[in-house]
């Protein structure tokens, strides 16, 4: 059946690989003009990475308030939203933008890739993203439970509900604990891992009654609690290639120990050797060749990422859940220790070209620890100075990804979001990349400023 709907690309290797001179295979023969969309770490490191491109023209982002992506983008002149995407549209075809680059969630979900593929002259110009329809794998878990259900994906058992005495009603009569998490896009916060039934009967009252999440929280799904391993596992797909990346690790939990609430992130690492190579295999199989394939039934052409939140279960991993764009924080440490043309392979994504890819990343190991406000995660406290951010720069080695910061009217540096900053730093051995990292942060200071002092410390000690 693979054989018949898809060319497969040569799987890139997650294991590190040595740097060594090869025949760069090339997807562009002229620079182009590049549209980025979003403002966060992952919207950096993006942009950082395609500034680095000698096939880039230039690059435009609709968030210059980011000090980091401003400092290698030019600003979009248009207002930036949904009710007004026709503006964006406008911009585009005046800018000749060749690609545009789709970074969070919430506009894919929204159908921006829809409106922005199609230039003003009806013909296709190129985005890296998928259309509203493959959105859905991250928009509504519903939708996704039942598709790795239709598509035979393992994944853990889960009970849909809409209204809340029915999910009230099904927890009471359980004595084992279940994972709460809200159907919709809550921003990575959407998750509640309770100790007891009655954090379970709480989280359920807050979403669906309270309305915690506002609309994402009005459908739940009362979710098996797996043990095991958590990893991420993505992969490039241009509508007919799949190409495995390097796998993650992410650090959800805001305290030391995997403790306190769920966050957006608070770090990772990468490659996570956590991972065999058997259970890759087994990945590609029973996760990327299935989900493609129903996308292929269900007439979606999916290009960009597919994201795979994976337990590694005693019985063999399991899906948690689906993202359709990279990871934050987990682009900032993988694109990191990319060695190919950013550019290039976002191109090559977006056209169907995956298989002209030869993508390489080098032998270094990458981890980013996230620097967070006060408050952070429910209620983060903005506005406080940052300072260190250029000793930081400064290191061999370390890259500070900007989150949530922006520029006061006297040009200082301050706290402008929950997560602020990603410090990302390269090492021979994990311990190596871990301690540097450290090192970096210690250089950055702003008052009440959090962060996990364990990130990557069992990649550490794992056995390679």
Not at 16 to 23: F, V
Not at 236 to 257: E, V
Not at 337 to 360: F, H, K, Q, W, Y
Not at 444 to 464: H, K, L
């Amino acid at each position: 059946m693979l054989s018949r709907l898809f060319l497969w690309v040569a799987r890139c290797r997650w294991a590190p690989i040595e740097p060594r001179a090869y025949d760069r295979r090339m997807v562009l023969t002229d620079p182009i003009h590049v549209l980025l969309i979003g403002g966060g770490g992952r919207e950096h490191a993006l942009a950082l990475g395609l500034s680095r491109s000698p096939m880039l023209k230039t690059l435009y982002a609709t968030h210059t308030s980011n000090p980091g992506i401003a400092r290698l983008a030019e600003p979009v002149d248009v207002p930036v939203s949904s009710e007004e995407i026709y503006r964006l549209k406008q911009f585009c075809d005046r800018k000749a933008i060749d690609l545009v680059v789709i970074g969070p969630e919430e506009p894919l979900a929204l159908g921006w890739a829809d409106q922005l593929r199609i230039r003003g002259d009806g013909t296709e110009r190129w985005v890296f993203g998928p259309d509203a329809r493959g959105a859905k794998l991250e928009a509504d878990k519903s939708y996704a439970k039942q598709f790795m259900r239709s598509a035979s994906i393992p994944t853990a058992e889960a009970r849909i509900f809409d209204r809340p005495e029915h999910a009230t009603e099904y927890l009471r009569s359980r004595d084992e604990l279940y994972v709460i998490k809200a159907a919709g896009l809550a921003k990575g916060k959407g998750v509640v891992i309770p100790k007891t039934n009655e954090e379970g009967l709480n989280a359920i009252d807050a979403m669906m009654r309270g309305g915690v999440f506002g609309d994402a929280g009005k459908t739940i799904l009362v979710e098996e609690m797996l043990n095991g391993t958590e990893v991420s596992v993505l992969a490039l797909m241009d509508g007919k290639n799949i190409m495995i990346l390097p796998p993650c690790q992410d650090h959800k939990r805001l305290g030391d120990a995997d403790t306190g609430p769920n966050t957006g992130g608070m770090g990772a690492f990468c490659p996570a050797e956590t991972i065999s190579e058997q259970v890759m295999r087994q990945l590609e199989t029973d996760v990327f060749v299935a989900a493609a394939d129903a996308l292929r039934r269900d007439e979606i052409e999916f290009r960009g990422v597919l994201y795979a939140g994976v337990m590694l279960t005693a019985g063999g991993p399991k899906v948690l859940e689906f993202n359709v764009r990279f990871g934050d924080p987990e682009c900032q440490p993988l694109l990191a220790r990319m060695e190919s043309d950013l550019l290039e392979l976002l191109v090559a994504t977006a056209s169907g070209r995956l298989d002209e890819i030869d993508l390489r990343f080098h032998e270094k190991h990458a981890v980013c620890v996230v620097l967070a406000s006060k408050g952070y995660p429910k209620d983060p406290q903005l506005g406080d100075r940052i300072t260190g951010v250029e000793r930081a720069e400064a290191m061999d080695d370390v890259f500070v990804f900007h989150a949530g910061t922006k520029l006061d009217p006297d040009g200082n540096l301050i706290t402008a979001g929950g997560r602020v900053l990603g410090v990302t730093a390269l090492g021979e051995t994990p311990e190596l990349a871990r301690k540097l990292a450290y090192q970096a942060c210690k250089e950055i200071q702003f008052e009440g400023m959090q962060m996990r002092t364990d990130i990557a410390s069992f990649a550490v000690t794992a056995p390679r």
